[in-house]
């Protein structure tokens, strides 16, 4: 199966409910569930993703990548390094294409969420976010860069002379400065399920 609503659909039918009894242990639509499993809605948020999971009987695992071993476990991200990814511990994470909205990524994939305590702009605590390793910026986009203070996530692009710009929060409006000579990519934001289900 290689879509998530495939997933879903397959699921659903293994564990005997219909879509308007698994909407019902979800709490959803059967029309929401009719959308995830035709694809028409691609991303899902964190909580209803761990409420499908749990309504199907499945692990996280099962149901986003088709793991049928065992679920990969978020990877906790703090403030200092080394990265999650780096930890004798860490599973590969199968991101689906769908889920990458317009990201060209062919590399590992690894899910990550803020370790307790943990701040980062663009992810809030219990988010979940699905990072490729990577020490280049190919394209704009949101990346983990570790500088002088430790590890952070800002918008990264670069300028007409090639230089790398980035911008931290979520102030579109804040100018991007220039990233410091001491500060280096080290990982990709690829896709992110945020806990309140936006």
């Keep these: 199966m290689d879509s998530l609503g495939e997933r879903i659909k397959h699921l659903r039918m293994q564990a005997n409910l219909n879509k308007a009894a698994l909407a019902r242990k979800v709490g959803v639509s059967d029309v929401t569930i009719s959308y995830w499993e035709s694809g028409a809605i691609k991303q899902i948020g964190h909580e209803r993703l761990v409420a499908l999971a749990e309504a199907l009987g499945c692990t996280l695992g099962q149901l986003l990548d088709g793991d049928t071993q065992s679920s990969p476990a978020p990877l906790y991200l703090r403030g200092q390094p080394p990265v999650p990814w780096q930890a004798p511990h860490a599973k590969r994470f199968t991101l689906l294409k769908e889920m990458l909205n317009g990201v ?60 790398l710009l980035y911008r931290k929060g979520n102030d579109p409006e804040a100018p991007p400065s220039l990233l410091e000579a001491t500060e280096r990519v080290v990982g990709r934001l690829l896709a992110r399920w945020k806990m309140d289900g936006a």
């Design 104 to 163: 060209d990524w062919q590399g590992e994939c690894y899910l990550v969420t803020p370790a307790p305590g943990e701040q980062f702009d663009f992810l809030g605590s219990g988010d979940l976010a699905a990072f490729g390793p990577t020490e280049a910026c190919e394209q704009p986009g949101h990346y983990l860069i570790e500088g002088a203070d430790g590890l952070y996530i800002g918008q990264l692009q670069r300028n007409g002379q090639g230089e």
